[in-house]
């Protein structure tokens, strides 16, 4: 039987967080096994904003040496980047074609990057869904596993695949988000209400995934709560403890009502120290295993080689359905 195929990636804009890892790096790894897996490293994605050429270099890298870190088997999954595959940018403009100005204007991320870039809202940060629907239509992908803050995103690809299929007859496979786990949405440590990201700019708001463990731990005590100090879960009253409460049963895999019963009368500062060393424990072995890889160039050029003529395999074949119907001569 054929296995369903997955397409998911990342951004190369620097460290990630433990809410990429939570949501969305943590369950690829275990999709390995019973899916057909594309992993894919963002760089183009990344261009909306301004980048210092060798720190993207550097970054891209980066990100695939912790993919593998993270437990992304290149033996078992494909993994590559997305600049070396072409079709990506060609179906994107093609794409653009069949979205329209009101679809993308109501994009929560394109409004949040503007007011955050005024400087800079260039066209490719309103089109960034676009290239991303391309980028998921091209693999025929059955299912987007991404954090919440995509669903949107993944949606819209949806619309446009099933506005070109329409008009030209079954092209796409209609993908679906996938959207899993109690950390589908880590919010940031400062400020609990907007999710943890990679360019917040509040101190101790994220914790990357190369932080030192005294540095985790350091984050973990500063971070905002309420002044009940009882353990309990309550997005809406206690969003802050609430979010360590989701964050610890992500990794101990507890229910929140067991981590309630066992923190109870325990307060704060105990609970604080406790998430801390779980998630110090969780990233121990991904932080070795980083520091190996980035000492082994040669071994991380061969998997994005090999990874991108797979990927170009695939995306070639659904580039030229595309283009016959549209009636490009091919
Ligand atoms: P940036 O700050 O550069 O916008 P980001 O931290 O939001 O970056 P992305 O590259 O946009 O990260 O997201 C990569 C993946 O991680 C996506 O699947 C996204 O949904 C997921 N993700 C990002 N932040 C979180 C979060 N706080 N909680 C859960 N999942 C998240
Ligand atoms: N926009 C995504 C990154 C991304 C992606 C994709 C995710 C680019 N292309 C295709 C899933 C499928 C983000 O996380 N910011």
Redesign the pocket.
């Known amino acids: 039987m054929n296995k369903k195929v997955i397409l998911?990636g990342?951004?190369a804009?620097g460290n990630l967080?433990l809410?990429?890892y939570?949501?969305?790096i943590n369950n690829w790894k275990k999709m390995q096994e019973d899916y057909d897996c594309n992993y894919m490293i963002?760089d183009l994605h990344t261009l909306t904003i301004r980048n210092n050429p060798d720190t993207l270099r550097n970054n891209t890298l980066d990100l695939l040496a912790l993919y593998i870190a993270a437990g992304i088997d290149p033996e078992k999954s494909n993994i590559f980047i997305q600049s070396h595959v072409a079709a990506h940018a060609e179906l994107a403009w093609i794409l653009n074609c069949y979205t329209y100005m009101g679809e993308l204007s109501r994009m929560t991320q394109f409004k949040d990057?503007s007011a955050k870039h005024a400087d800079n809202i260039n066209s490719g940060l309103f089109t960034y869904p676009v290239l991303m629907a391309a980028d998921i239509l091209l693999y025929q992908a059955d299912l987007v596993p991404?954090?919440?803050?995509?669903k949107q995103h993944v949606e819209l690809t949806r619309n446009i695949a099933e506005r070109f299929n329409k008009i030209y007859g079954d092209t796409f496979k209609i993908p679906e988000p996938y959207i899993q786990g109690v950390?589908?949405?880590?919010?940031g440590l400062q400020d609990p209400t907007s999710?943890?990201?990679?360019?917040?700019t509040i101190p101790n708001d994220s914790i990357f995934l190369n932080d030192e463990p005294d540095i985790i731990l350091k984050k973990f005590k500063k971070a905002i709560t309420d002044s009940e100090n009882i353990v309990r879960f309550d997005k809406e009253k206690k969003p802050g403890i609430s979010n360590l409460i989701s964050i610890y049963s992500a990794i101990t895999g507890e229910g929140k009502e067991n981590i309630e019963k066992k923190f109870d009368g325990k307060g704060y500062g105990e609970f604080k120290v406790a998430v801390a060393e779980c998630v110090i424990e969780e990233l121990k072995p991904m932080q070795n295993k980083y520091k190996e890889l980035k000492d082994n160039p040669d071994y991380l050029e061969k998997i994005y080689r090999r990874g991108a003529e797979r990927a170009k395999e695939i995306a070639i074949k659904t580039l030229k359905d595309v283009y016959e119907k549209v009636g490009l001569v091919w």
């Open positions: 998911s990342i951004q804009t967080t809410g990429n939570l949501g969305a963002a990057k991404v954090g919440e803050d995509q950390a589908a949405r880590v919010m999710k943890m990201s990679k360019s917040s």
